[in-house]
Each structure stands twice: as C-alpha cells, then as structure tokens.
C-alpha cells in the first residue's frame, strides 16, 4: 500500500517562507504526477502545484504563481513545495496527492482536478500570521 506523507508545516508571519516535503513509500509507488492541493477553514480543496514526475513539468494555480516552486527528487520518491512570500490568505491545511491518471497527453487543466488523484496524503498546517 502506497503512503504519502507530508512535513514542513507551521506557522508563520506574512512574507515569510515555508518548504513542504512529501514523500512516498510503500511496496510499489507509480504515479505519473503529484499535486499540491490545500483546504481552508470552510472552503472547498482547491489545486496549487503540480508536478510530472517525467520531465518535470510543472502547473500552478494562479494564486501562488511566481511564490511558489513544486520540485521532486525522483531518487527519493519525494516532492517538495518551496513557499515563499506567504500571505494570511495561503493558511490553510496543504495535502499532496498522486495521480496515475493524468499523463503527458493531459490537458493542463486535468492537473488541477482532485478527481484525477488516487493517493492522499494526511495533510499538513500551514498558518500564516499578518
């Protein structure tokens, strides 16, 4: 059974930066990407970064473009969201996810679609005082 795991939650003040790892184990972990979702107090999931782990391509939801870098170590099995200039609107609880749906022929959207991960990680708080 394949396990993500994520750390590097906290709390900090606004314009600070937070780096959030997740990483893979289990008997056999194959997955075409992995995403970074995150959930707010009373709001739905919505999609922040993703990333393939062949080639690398990565996709952001505009809201943290330009502050945040997906990144993954493929020998580690482990994905990384580096977060920078962090702002009292990002607090929420950040889960990464790994899809075997979305492939190279996957519009940019698909990537952006909870539905199209199959493995969730527990999650991990992220507060960020102003």
């Known amino acids: 059974q394949v396990q993500l795991v994520e750390s590097g939650g906290g709390l900090v003040q606004a314009g600070g930066s937070l780096r959030l790892s997740c990483a893979a184990s289990?008997?056999?972990?194959?997955?075409?990407?992995m995403g970074w979702f995150r959930q707010a107090p009373g709001k739905e999931r919505e999609f922040v970064a993703a990333i393939r782990w062949s080639g690398g391509s990565t996709y952001y939801a505009n809201s943290v473009k330009g502050r945040f870098t997906v990144s993954r170590d493929g020998a580690k099995n482990t994905v990384y969201l580096q977060m920078n200039s962090l702002k009292p609107e990002d607090t929420a609880v950040y889960y990464c996810a790994a899809s075997r749906t979305v492939s190279y022929a996957s519009s940019s959207y698909s990537y952006t679609v909870s539905n199209n991960y199959d493995t969730w990680g527990q999650g991990t708080q992220v507060t960020v005082s102003s």
């Open positions: 289990g008997r056999t972990f194959n997955s075409n990407a």
